[in-house]
Every structure is written in structure tokens, then in C-alpha cells.
């Protein structure tokens, strides 16, 4: 009989404090899956919220725990050393009544899943389902074929549309809020493309053979090379993606599918397994296996972008490398473990952890919540302005290049905490 390897998020170790780690939808709580259950934090400030322990000691291990924002319902996938439940399962526990109120089963293995009030996106191996989120969970469209389903994003967002929307009546008129549902995810067909769906589609009409409905969607070519992440702005109107080369970022529009801009992490290979966009959609924070962290400004608030460009981008060279044209991260550190030198924590463990980011969802995009795997660990980050050069008597600002008169941005951890 063929088996397969218990479903740990990025590693196969089961040493690790967590299998793993996951924000809410509004980075105001994370939820953390270990081999004998579940727990939930609350953000800022810290605090431990539910620590639900299995009593099966023989059945109790979690990969994944999702949550729905802050409702008592959390997505839940068996693994680790002694699961809970089968890989191919999806459970959907509610806390309040302590029981499992829904159970949905795949032929392959569940590797990511995405809630909202209204829809369960399920990502398996090679395909994405659609299910209505109710007491008995309706398929709303056959599997959406694609070549890494943990790539794959999902966000609700609310946009303004001149048409009345298809549950309202045609008498209305004028411009309505409609809350829609966008999936982005890899082609199967070509790795390196992006197909955006917006899934209020699905509910136009109600099909008696739902399997045959058909799911418009609109294809991006995002990279040559395969897809490694792709991350939906939260406003819906955006997406981020990078390749397995892991040295670009794009920004395309979900709209028209039209470049909005490219970011240089670096020159060398990366691997990219981190990228979250704060709440208001301005700024892009990435992680990559070389544990270091940047942060792109997107979007231009108040007239001063502060993303790094190479100081001989305006150079007229007769060739140009195209990296001399690249623009850089507002911000970027280094990570260094918080335990280094008060554990048996060395590099090589932790170059192997894997960390989540959050935002802070006090509205000033300026912090970041980092939260590490195996280790444990909680960290907050805050993103501040450089103070400026002090100059000597001899010294002129006519005199400096205009590149030392930009504002600088830095990230400094103000606290962190063993979970």
C-alpha cells in the first residue's frame, strides 16, 4: 500500500514549535497548528486567545489552521507526526460549539485553504475547488486546474461598480458597494502566467449542474519561470507575483492585467517562500530563505516615493545593465534570531526556520509582526525615517549629490517574545 509523508508546511521536520502559521484576514490575530491541536493570538497586544488541545494522543497532530476572521470558525487540515485527519480532509471546527460542523473530502492532498462568509477556496496538489460556505457546503464550480496550488490567493474586497449588481434589484440605480471574491492562482498550462477569477460570477445564476458552470478569468503574463508566490492586494485591485529565480517582483493591475511596476530584491537567486501587502495596499513586505527582509513602497500617498534607485540609473551609458534601472526596497534587515545566544538555537536552525508576516492594523502601515515557526518566536518591527547626515561647518548641501537629500527608511525591532 503507497503512502504518503505526513503535510508539514515547507519542512518535514516535526521538531519545530509550530507546523504552522497563519494570519487572519485583517492581521488582527494568528492562528498557530502543532502536533496536539491549535492555537490563537491576538496580534497587538500579544495574547493567547484559544489553545485547543486534542485529548487523542494518538490522533491529535494539525498542519494547517486557518481562521475566518475573528469568528469561531477555523479551517482545519490533519498532519504532523500523529494526525488528526487525513490529508485529503478539510474541517471546518467551530470553537463555539466545539465539534466539527463541516467536512469536505478531495482525492489528493489539501495544501492550502482561503475562508470567507461566503466561499471555501480549497488549494490541493494540482487544482483549486470552489465550495459555498453553509452548514452543507455546495461545489460551485468543477476544479480549477493549475501547477502549484499553494501559490494560489484569495481576498474579499468591496468595490464600487456605476451598474446595479445581479442581487439587486434593476430599479435601483446609481453607484453600489459590492462585495466580490478574487482568486488568483498559476496557469497549468503555462507556469509563469497568472489567471485572476472574480468568483461573484458564481452566484449569477443558479445552475441545476453546477460542475458545468464555467469560471471567467483573465490571464497575466507575469515571469518566464515558474510561479513561486502571488499575493492579492487587499483592496482586490492588485497583485504581486515572483518566480522561482526570486530576484523580481511585479505589480500587475487585476483590472486589465497591465504592468504597474518591477522590484529588485536582489542579483542572486532566492527563494521568496514570504510576501504580505499591508492593509491599505501602499506597501509590500517579502521574505526570502537568505532571511532577509525588505519592504517596497507601491503606491505614492503623499508625493515621496521612497523606494532605492541605483545611484547611476541616469547615467547615459551606450549599454545599460538592466539592474542599473531597477528600482530597490524603501527598507531592508537582516534577520537574526532573538534567542541567539540564550538557547542551543545556532545559524544553520535558523536559516531553516520559516516565518509569517502581519501588519499591524492600526492604519499607520509603519509596523510589521513577525512570527517564526520553529523557533517560536513573535517580533515586532517598526519602519522609521532615518535621521538626517549632520553636516560640518565646511560642508554645503549645494555641494552634496542630490541622492544623500532622500529620505531614508530603516526597520528596527522594538520587542519580541517567546510564544
Not at 13 to 34: A, E, H, P, R, W
Not at 284 to 311: C, P, R, W, Y
Amino acid at each position: 500500500m503507497d503512502t504518503r509523508n505526513a503535510i508539514v508546511e515547507g519542512s518535514s521536520s516535526n521538531t519545530g514549535k509550530f507546523l504552522s502559521v497563519s494570519f487572519n484576514q485583517d492581521y488582527t490575530c494568528f492562528s498557530c497548528s502543532t502536533q496536539n491541536g491549535f492555537m490563537v493570538f491576538n496580534v497587538d497586544p500579544l495574547e493567547c486567545k484559544l489553545s485547543k488541545h486534542f485529548v487523542n494522543a494518538n490522533a491529535s497532530g494539525i498542519a494547517i489552521a486557518r481562521m475566518l476572521y475573528r469568528t469561531n470558525y477555523v479551517a482545519l487540515v490533519g498532519g504532523g507526526r500523529k494526525p488528526r485527519y487525513p490529508p485529503n480532509k478539510l474541517i471546518i471546527w467551530d470553537d463555539l460549539q466545539q465539534r466539527e460542523s463541516i467536512t469536505l473530502s478531495f482525492m489528493s492532498a489539501v495544501t492550502g485553504v482561503f475562508l470567507s462568509r461566503i466561499h471555501i477556496v480549497v488549494a490541493l496538489e494540482n487544482s483549486i475547488e470552489i465550495y459555498q460556505f453553509g452548514s452543507s457546503p455546495k461545489r460551485l464550480i468543477a476544479p480549477l486546474d493549475t501547477c502549484a496550488g499553494t501559490a494560489a490567493d484569495f481576498v474579499v474586497c468591496q468595490r464600487v461598480t456605476r451598474r446595479p449588481s445581479y442581487t439587486q434589484a434593476s430599479t435601483e440605480s446609481g453607484p453600489q458597494t459590492v462585495t466580490r471574491g478574487i482568486l488568483a492562482f498559476p496557469s497549468a498550462r503555462n507556469p509563469g502566467q497568472v489567471q485572476v477569477a472574480d468568483l461573484s460570477h458564481l452566484q449569477s445564476s443558479e445552475l441545476e449542474e453546477r460542475s458545468a458552470a464555467q469560471l471567467p478569468t483573465s490571464i497575466i503574463k507575469a515571469h518566464k519561470s515558474p510561479i513561486r508566490l502571488i499575493k492579492l492586494s487587499p483592496n482586490g485591485s492588485m497583485v504581486a507575483t515572483c518566480s522561482l529565480q526570486g530576484t523580481l517582483i511585479r505589480i500587475f493591475s487585476t483590472q486589465n492585467g497591465s504592468l504597474i511596476g518591477e522590484f529588485r530584491r536582489g542579483l542572486d537567486r532566492a527563494d521568496l517562500y514570504e510576501m504580505v501587502w499591508s492593509p491599505r495596499s501602499t506597501r509590500l513586505a517579502v521574505v526570502s530563505d537568505k532571511q532577509t527582509l525588505h519592504v517596497f513602497q507601491i503606491t505614492d500617498e503623499d508625493g515621496d516615493m521612497k523606494n532605492k534607485k541605483h545611484v547611476l540609473r541616469d547615467v547615459p551609458f551606450i549599454w545599460k545593465p538592466k539592474y542599473l534601472a531597477s528600482t530597490w526596497s524603501m527598507s531592508s534587515l537582516h534577520l537574526h534570531s532573538a534567542l541567539k545566544g540564550k538557547s542551543s538555537l545556532n545559524d544553520h536552525d535558523f536559516y531553516n526556520d520559516r516565518c509569517k508576516l502581519g501588519w499591524c492594523h492600526d492604519g499607520d502601515e509603519d509596523t510589521l509582526i513577525v512570527v517564526w515557526r520553529d523557533s517560536g518566536i513573535w517580533e515586532k518591527y517598526a519602519l522609521l525615517e532615518k535621521e538626517p547626515k549632520a553636516y560640518s561647518v565646511n560642508e554645503t548641501l549645494q555641494s552634496l549629490p542630490a541622492t544623500q537629500h532622500k529620505k531614508n527608511w530603516e526597520l528596527i525591532r522594538e520587542s519580541w517574545r517567546k510564544l
